[in-house]
Antibody
Framework: QVQLQESGPGLVKASGSLSLTCAVSGGSISSSHWWSWVRQPPGKGLEWIGEIYHSGSTNYNPSLRSRVTMSVDNSKNQFSLKLNSVTGADTAVYYC???????????????WGQGTLVTVSS | DIQMTQSPSSLSASVGDRVTITCRASQSVSTYLNWYQQRPRRAPKLLISAASSLQSGVPSRFSGSGSGTDFTLTISSLQPEDFATYYCQESYSTPWTFGQGTKVDVK
């Protein structure tokens, strides 16, 4: 059973950077899956941030592309998110998730972390 | 980007009720449409993929249908554990997008 666990600061200052890590257990990050970040502002819906493959290839949401960097550490079986120039609008629960390819395409989120709340303070 | 629109945004229902949630895509996504359930303070859980394929372990009272731009999630007989928010999501093209959610609460 694949498990994902997010970690990182729960409070970030406005104009600073948000950095989170997702540790993967029960499976290899080098498997044939993409790994993703999704966020959810309090009381709102889900927004896809981007995805990364174990090779380091990435795809980002155009709405965040200028501020997002994702990286992968195959030796530690984990991947990371960095979001720059944060504002209050970036306050959200951040989830890491595994993407699965099936008859539903390759954008199927089949395993999720529990999520971590990041608050941007002014 | 493909826009996903769910209706209604919320609904009130009783245990045993039949519940139907609709999802409309701004362009055809074929059957590249998935449904998730999110309970309060929990991560989303995949219920249905490819518009109608029930995930392992998901009760058979859940079903999905549709293709192209119009999709439906049906709960045939609502159970207490089904009070939650439901999201549709297209897996046709990036950026992957979700509907705004449909909250099912107690009538």
């Amino acid at each position: 059973q694949v498990q994902l666990q997010e970690s990182g600061p729960g409070l970030v200052k406005a104009s600073g950077s948000l950095s989170l890590t997702c540790a993967v257990s029960g499976g290899s990050i080098s498997s044939s899956h993409w790994w993703s970040w999704v966020r959810q502002p309090p009381g709102k819906g889900l927004e896809w941030i981007g995805e990364i493959y174990h090779s380091g290839s990435t795809n980002y949401n155009p709405s965040l592309r200028s501020r997002v960097t994702m990286s992968v550490d195959n030796s530690k079986n984990q991947f990371s998110l960095k979001l720059n120039s944060v504002t209050g609008a970036d306050t959200a629960v951040y989830y890491c998730a595994r993407l699965h390819c099936s008859s539903a395409g390759c954008g199927l989120f089949d395993y999720w972390g529990q999520g971590t709340l990041v608050t941007v303070s002014s | 980007d493909i826009q996903m629109t769910q209706s209604p945004s919320s609904l009130s229902a009783s245990v045993g009720d039949r519940v139907t949630i609709t999802c409309r895509a701004s362009q055809s996504v074929s059957t590249y449409l998935n449904w998730y359930q999110q309970r309060p303070r929990r991560a989303p859980k995949l219920l249905i993929s490819a518009a109608s394929s029930l995930q392992s372990g998901v009760p058979s009272r859940f079903s999905g249908s549709g293709s192209g731009t119009d999709f439906t999630l049906t709960i045939s007989s609502l159970q207490p554990e089904d009070f939650a928010t439901y999201y549709c999501q297209e897996s046709y093209s990036t950026p992957w997008t979700f509907g705004q959610g449909t909250k099912v609460d107690v009538k």
